[in-house]
């Protein structure tokens, strides 16, 4: 069995993904990859997850936080430079969870931390979450990759990891809300490089990894990898993959009460009804139908409204609801 280490210095997560996968459709039938890696400020979706039923994307969006959709399952989690992902790659014959995890538990008992896989998904100590983990496979090749809670914010985690108030009625796979926990609060000497280092040093031992550490930059990053990464940076993407879902936008203004329903499917709008006491003379059906085929964002809603209402402050007010709402 052949053996491969890659270390990322990028930190942006549709160029680590990209990587990743550029990893698992590359790799040979006898190598074991194991690949770490970094993302700042971001909020990783599963691949069938809602991302307006995940998190509040708007203050998301404010406040310079990052989202992308991967192409594995589980749930969504937040991650910046205090997270450190660990992704195993190999042929789903020597693909071997038993093993994988062994080498980052390896690496956490050199800090006299001792944790434990909590179903198939968690790593957890004294009941308490630090790494959430998913899987995909890619033709006959296996991807198990995880997170490891370091240093993270975990006040970013309700913060952003919320929905807004927003009446949704939605397929697709919700998360799991964990009590979770930072490896640094249990052992302050914790530091992401020495993290690393260690995670090598369990890989070397258990998988007998002699080779050098392939470090990736922006500097050496492959084409076909930049190329890749701009499909995880595309909205259809991280938006319109959105399982198929309902949300009502409902708000009091002084002309009345107006309340938008909306089904989506792939993040377009594909039905729309109003309901209203509206006071000022206003035909609402146009924009029932003008909605239709509109993709879910604030600016393209507003384009819309412009275009069908005629009342200027109708227009006024909801092109602003609609922009603190999405």
């Known amino acids: 069995m052949k053996t491969k280490v890659v ?112 179903g198939r998904n968690d790593l957890t100590v004294d009941g308490r979450k630090f790494s959430g983990n998913a899987f995909m496979n890619h033709k006959d090749f296996q991807c198990h990759h995880g997170t490891l809670l370091m240093d993270v914010d975990l006040e970013a985690l309700p913060k952003y990891l919320t929905p807004s108030l927003l009446k949704i009625r939605a397929k697709g796979v919700d998360s799991v809300k964990s009590r979770v926990v930072n490896l640094r609060s249990l052992n302050e000497t914790i530091t992401t490089k020495d993290l690393s280092s260690k995670i090598v040093e369990a890989f070397k031992e258990e998988y007998h990894f002699t080779g050098e550490i392939e470090e990736i930059d922006s500097d050496n990053v492959s084409p076909e990898v930049l190329q890749e990464a701009k499909a995880y940076e595309n909205w259809t993407w991280n938006y319109g993959n959105t399982p198929s879902f309902d949300i009502a936008l409902e708000e009091k203004f002084p002309w009345g009460v107006f309340e938008l329903d909306l089904s989506t499917k792939n993040g377009i709008i594909n039905g729309a009804s109003v309901n209203t006491d509206c006071i000022l003379k206003e035909d609402f059906y146009p924009l029932t139908q003008d909605l239709v085929g509109t993709p879910l964002t604030a600016a393209e809603m507003e384009k819309v409204l412009s275009k069908s209402l005629t009342n200027p402050e109708i227009v006024r007010d909801l092109g602003s609801f609609v922009r603190d709402q999405l």
């Open 7 to 118: 270390r990322s210095k990028i930190y942006h997560g549709p160029l680590n993904l990209a990587l990743e996968e550029d990893l698992l459709k590359k790799c040979d039938k006898d190598t074991v990859i194991l690949y770490l890696w970094q993302n700042d400020k971001t909020i990783v979706i599963g691949r069938h997850q809602n991302p307006y039923k995940e998190c509040d994307v708007k203050k998301m969006e404010a406040e310079g936080v990052n989202l992308v959709r991967r192409k594995s399952g589980g749930g969504a989690v937040y991650q910046d430079r205090g997270n450190l992902n660990f992704t195993f790659i190999s042929s789903k014959e020597n693909h071997d969870i038993t093993r994988q995890y062994k080498v980052v538990l390896k690496a956490l008992e050199g800090y006299g931390i001792h944790g434990e896989v909590s």
